[in-house]
Nanobody, 127 residues
Framework: QVQLVESGGGLVQAGGSLRLSCEAS????????MGWFRQAPGKEREFVAA????????YYAASLKGRFSISRDNAKSTVYLQMDSLKPEDTAAYYC????????????????????WGQGTQVTVSS
């Protein structure tokens, strides 16, 4: 069982930055691939970024690469999403997810690639 708690969301002006955190419970956090998704009102949940258990590989939605950066600190059982140059279209609820399957094939950009989800944190970017 894994519990994920997101924090760091809020209201920011366009061009500003936010750093989201996702703190995980569980003794095997260091072996979980982790991802971030977001969902805007009236839209489907979409992939944002992902990172492998070792931190050796990262993946991003093409439209976000260069503005967003995912990282992790296994000593703190936390994964981060640094968001820079924010735009109004980034407004959404952001969700942290963990892949606890531990197989050697992983669909990082798919919702069904993850086993556990946090409750989300709201990010609102004003123009």
């Amino acid at each position: 069982q894994v519990q994920l708690v997101e924090s760091g969301g809020g209201l920011v002006q366009a061009g500003g930055s936010l750093r989201l955190s996702c703190e995980a419970s569980g003794r095997t956090f260091s072996f979980y691939n982790m991802g971030w998704f977001r969902q805007a009102p009236g839209k489907e949940r979409e992939f944002v970024a992902a990172i492998t258990w070792s931190g050796g590989s990262t993946y991003y939605a093409a439209s976000l690469k260069g503005r967003f950066s995912i990282s992790r600190d296994n000593a703190k059982s936390t994964v981060y999403l640094q968001m820079d140059s924010l735009k109004p279209e980034d407004t959404a609820a952001y969700y942290c997810a963990a892949d606890a399957t531990r197989g050697n094939r992983w669909y990082a950009s798919r919702e069904d690639g993850y086993d556990y989800w946090g409750q989300g944190t709201q990010v609102t970017v004003s123009s």
